[in-house]
């Protein structure tokens, strides 16, 4: 069996496939968007049957529609549940994008649009594995496909659904393809993932917009109390002060802090990536561990007042901010949610009234190196890289990982075939096409070394 | 002579008069109005013909056109300049207008438009009361009149303008109706106006938006750095930190002190016109001291980041906010526009780029209380009024009042006829109409009264 031969005689259909799955703008946060969750749901399962799936269906839930799918080989044989997410982030700001941000372009070695990456990019190379291991015949275990529709905004839905359909979920060890390598000459697996939670806060001082000479000074001004307040999350050692916020933080291993010290990192090519004269952060922790096994305190969104052109003095009626922190094992999301609640309303002068909201959040996750899909994965990576892939924890979240393990009771392991550069969540998200090729070679070894 | 009989016999063309200043959407912040300035100047100098003027004409200055016009009298006379501005604030928030800002309606017993008071509707005052005066043969002063299009964002081109026309400026006496009375009952004169500096501040993080789970942590958030530096400004006492700050502040004398505190001022009533539960503001001021004789701090706007609905992670890569201080007696409005760059430029960190731009500016003024024009004006008052008024020290600023007073070398007297409910810079504007009435009443008996 040749993988890479396949995928260049079918190279483009697959385009073809992947670019009808990018064009439909499928944002999760924009209620307007529903009709496109729908279409999308309904083209990921005509894909998965024409992959080679038994049964394909869109399925109900509270939120967007999922997608289940399943290819039975034998009862028998081990079960893999592929997860990956057809939502994506908004767009905006749109003047920052080179192209449309849903009409996929190829150039320069890259694919380019909203979820070329995330995770319409990798959840396609899961697709194509899945068929190449079927039409190959190399399928040594049975497959099932959860392709959910929000969880940019937190999976609502989709623990119930879970709940409701343990049967029908049930298998050994899930595979997701949602997370980054440390670079393209460095594979690596992620082995663990921070937590989530997210609030809006609104700030109402008077309740209308004031003349800010003839009231300012005596009337407290929102955004000026908002500043204060989140201002004082964080202090000068970048350490968050909400009491008891990192009573249940694991300590990592000196051992653990090793592997991540032994990451291939160029501080100056970081910072010129980004264009930053300086990095920032907790005392104490080297930039890498600053981004992997600590929390921290995000502001995502804030607005208030006047934003127009030109100088418009006034003391506004209200003031927004939308802010999120990264949680760390053994952190649990909706005790430090309420952590931040108490911490705000304890420090809101009474002069304004201050609203917080919890949105979505959700744990951390460690995936032991020593699971059996965890080496097949690590096969898989070194088939395709050359090398063996390193372990590391890495930043971002993926909530619904650890809701599985509480719900199914079983472990995820992440083959994720991103780049840093990839722009994910950002304007000009693109996918290097080498990744997109390597990563269906790294499931497809996955598939021929599980089940052995 | 009796102006009320006057005003009642033309009340219909007056308010049609009225209405074609309001119509004009003379909003000097955007640009995009540009030609809405020339027009509303233009419809001034026809009505100062109309209403008598000997001369009227539209003039350019290096930003909006002013508007000139005289009545000469006798040279060997005294000089009144009328001082008024034609240009209005944004109306945004559109959605909590009632009616539209720029179709005026008349309504239990109010004018509701933009402008209605600030400056159309008082600048109209002002205009009519010329015309009885010269109707009715009271004038033994000569009458110039100096309306501009910028007053709004800090009259950018008027000082240069007066520098270039001193001789056609040339006045005993600048007339002012731009600001507001303490209540209908209480008639009041503004004696004192706070400065004001203002500035827009960028901060830049990473160039481009990132996943704040990928590099959160590990990079600076613009807009957290932005609210810890903006939260620095005022310590917990509502004092402003800035080194030096209020080296230059008058200290009020306690005569002073007196007879602000002697100005009618129900707290509970106040609060619950705003409706907040508690005002703020510095320690050891009256609320009404905080806003008359102390510097403030106020943030009038801040945006960045993700602003749309439902939950977005992201490290964005700028935040941005508009900030002023309203300024008191000896002040100086560029050396504080100075102090608050330095400030800032000193406290930012090196993982973001900062760029601090001022924006407009302007001195204190105080009006001494014994001044001919002065005396004339609650002369003017006590007939309309029925009470002798207040002099008191108010908190808005017109800092071209400051500059008149440098560049001309003359004191202007502010016969203010707003109110505070009028709502100025805020959504549904409006003008009493029997403070109009009443404006325009006192306005003629200045004239009455002054060069006797």
């Known amino acids: 069996m040749d993988t890479k031969k396949y995928i260049d005689s079918h190279r483009e259909r697959f385009f073809n496939e992947l670019f009808s799955l990018l064009r439909i703008p499928s944002i999760s946060a924009l209620p307007e968007h529903r009709k496109d969750m729908q279409l999308c749901a309904e083209r990921w399962r005509d894909l998965l049957l024409e992959a080679g799936a038994d049964r394909a269906e869109v399925m109900p839930t509270s939120a967007s529609p999922v997608v289940f799918a399943e290819k039975i080989v034998d009862r ?38 909203r979820g070329a990456d995330d995770d319409k990019g990798q959840g396609f190379i ?11 015949g190399l399928l040594r275990c049975n497959v099932k496909f959860l392709i959910e529709g929000g969880e940019e905004i937190g999976s609502p839905g989709v623990e119930a659904f879970c709940k409701e359909h343990l049967d029908l979920l049930k298998c050994d060890v899930i595979l997701v393809s949602d997370t980054s390598m440390v670079g393209l000459d460095t594979p690596s697996i992620t082995t663990g993932l921070r937590g989530l939670a997210y609030w809006e806060i609104e700030v109402t001082g008077p309740n209308r917009d004031l003349h800010s000479g003839i009231f300012g000074g005596t009337v407290a001004n ?6 204060k307040m989140l ?4 202090d000068e050692n970048g350490h968050i002060t909400l009491p008891h916020f990192y009573d249940k933080v694991e300590t990592v291993s000196a051992q653990e802090r090793a592997m991540l010290g032994a990451v291939p990192y160029d501080e100056e090519k970081y910072k010129a990536a980004i264009d930053v004269e300086a990095l920032s952060g907790e005392v104490g922790y080297s930039p890498l561990e600053r981004t992997a096994i600590r929390p921290t305190f995000d502001i995502c969104g804030i607005w208030g007042g006047y934003t127009g052109e030109g100088a418009k003095t006034v003391l506004p009626s209200k003031a927004y901010a939308k802010v999120s922190c990264r949680l760390v094992p053994h952190q649990n999301h909706e005790e430090i949610s309420k952590m931040f609640i108490d911490y705000i309303y304890s420090v809101a002068p009474r002069s304004v009234k201050v609203k917080v909201s919890p949105m979505h ?19 898989g990576y070194e088939l395709a890289f050359g090398k063996r892939p390193l372990a590391v924890r890495r930043g971002g979240s993926i909530p619904i990982i650890a809701t599985f393990e509480k719900v199914l009771g079983v472990k995820s392991v992440l083959m994720g075939f991103g780049l840093e550069s990839d722009a994910t969540h950002s304007p000009n998200e693109n996918f290097l096409i080498e990744m997109y090729e390597k990563g269906i070679i790294a499931v497809v070894e996955f598939y021929n070394q599980f089940g052995h």
Chains 1, 2 share one sequence.
């Not at 997860?83 to 380019?112: C, S």
């Not at 899961?126 to 190959?136: H, P, S």
């Not at 201002?231 to 964080?234: D, E, R, S």
């Open 76 to 113: 028998s044989f081990p079960t893999v549940l592929v997860y990956a997410h057809y939502d994506v982030m908004p767009v905006e700001p749109l003047e920052l994008w080179h192209t449309e941000p849903f009409e996929p372009v190829v150039k320069d070695g890259k694919l380019w649009a």
């Open 126 to 136: 899961q697709l194509k594995a899945f068929e190449i291991a079927v039409k190959e």
């Open 222 to 227: 929102p955004i000026n109390e908002l500043c």
């Open 231 to 234: 201002a004082g999350v964080v």
């Open 361 to 379: 959040g959700g744990e951390s996750y460690v995936c032991p190196i020593d699971l059996p899909a965890y080496r097949a994965a690590e096969k």
